[in-house]
């Protein structure tokens, strides 16, 4: 193509269009609306004594609450661990063609899908009425070693138990439907290959299914990080809603330390989906043409259209 | 010649009710490469399936280089072989799917070095020269880091040729390979395959490519509703067929 050819196509191109916008009374209305609630919202919230925001302050990070937020990240990270644990060994144990194998796994998940999580919670806390002694050896043949339930489980290992046994049967399901997502042609490829039934879960299967299990998985932590607030029936573990508690009672101050604890539980949230977003970045790979998409583009960009660039 | 590399004998399949192989008889010698052609839901996907053992036959004989499709014959009696046994036997037989399956979440080279890595225990320095190497002769040199979704049809099926081919097979298996391809990219894996072929290597491919089995085939097919209709030389089969069957299927597929 030829310099003359090109700027004759250059004129020839219409200018840009510059109509008038459509107006949208209707918008402003409901935004109007929106900002007035808004505002006195946040002026009642600032105006009002009784939310005691100096109290809160004061609070804040007090040691007592800083050791309550400990426990309760505690709690959630080893429950997610073993719930997630046994989730995957649920999962697959369902996936079982061995029907006595995948009819376990289906009763396990019907009972501690069926029973209130705060009843299994208290069950744990008074196992020790339940079987004062627990002997570890051999099924109906001698036994090893010998302790009382109280002792080897405190409150701290009760309320484990509780959380991730329970977590356990909500993640079964959601593995297993991260592994059915995967096609049954990954599963034949990899068995013309080969490859053992073991190895296609391990390095076929499952890594492809995290794609879809991980945003339900990060519902599931979240609502852990909140549902460990039920250790409070336990009283003997002092998370964060606990040592609050503790200090509410003594001082009467209820509203600022439900603030405080507020505060702590949507910290800890909003950190929750950081990693959450950074993990789903990870399984994604290979997923999309559009490899890495940065938070800030995502954020900043598909904001209008993409400049234009002319390629005359 | 010595034994054939595959002997099926009056192989059957049922699916529940429906039987898809009835009978179905043929040999393929070392070295051969045989097309399968017919009209869909005439069994010759499910043919090769047997003979990787995704699907277990329910009566006949089905042998791959003399030993037996998933059972040992002990005391003329037919025992089951253990899965890890039936894997080790995949290992040796290389297959190609229509749909690719390729491994998305893993690179191009990845996806060639997994098999030779994880099953035959190479060493991934040697596993990964090959891989390189495979890829390279199937013209995919510059795409060793690529994953799957930015590869076009032509290139995934290629990268499974040479996945199939990491484990030094000694027959593979087509599954109509260019089937789910934009006709301008059928060339380059049929081009693939047809080195394959010239190497030596025994194949069978199920396939509508009526010019690619004329030309490379030492042996074609025809099936329809689960039997074999014709079966012989490629121009005898394909260019001057004796059934009217294959007759019919043939002027509807040119």
Redesign the interface.
Known sequence: MSTSELSEQRAGRPDEIEAVPVRHPGRWIASFVVVVIAASIVRSVITNPRFQWHTVGHYLFDPRILHGVRITIELTVLSMIIGILLGVLLAVMRLSPNPLISGSSWLYIWFFRGTPLLVQLLFWNFISALFPRIDLGIPFGPSFIHANANTLIPGFVAALLGFGLNEGAYMAEIVRAGMLSV?E??T??????????L?IMR??VL??AMRVIIPPTGNETISMLKNTSLVLVIASVFDLLFEASQIYSAQFNEIPLLIVVSIWYLALTSVLYVGQYFIERR?G?????Q?RVTMRARWLGSRGNPPVTDTG | MSEPMVKSEGVHKRFGQLEVLKGISLEVQRGEVMCMLGPSGSGKSTFLRCINHLEKINAGRLSVDGELVGYREQGGKLHELPEREIAGKRAEIGMVFQHFNLFPHMTAIDNVMLAPVRVAKVSRGDARDRAADLLERVGLGDKLDTYPVALSGGQQQRVAIARALAMQPKLMLFDEPTSALDPELVGDVLDAMRQLARDGMTMIVVTHEMGFAREVADKAVFMDGGVVVEAGRPDEVLVSPQHERTKAFLSKVL
């Open positions: 096609g042609g990954q034949e490829a990899a068995q013309s290959l080969g490859m053992g039934r190895a390095l076929i890594p492809q399984y790979r290979g997923f999309s043409r490899q």
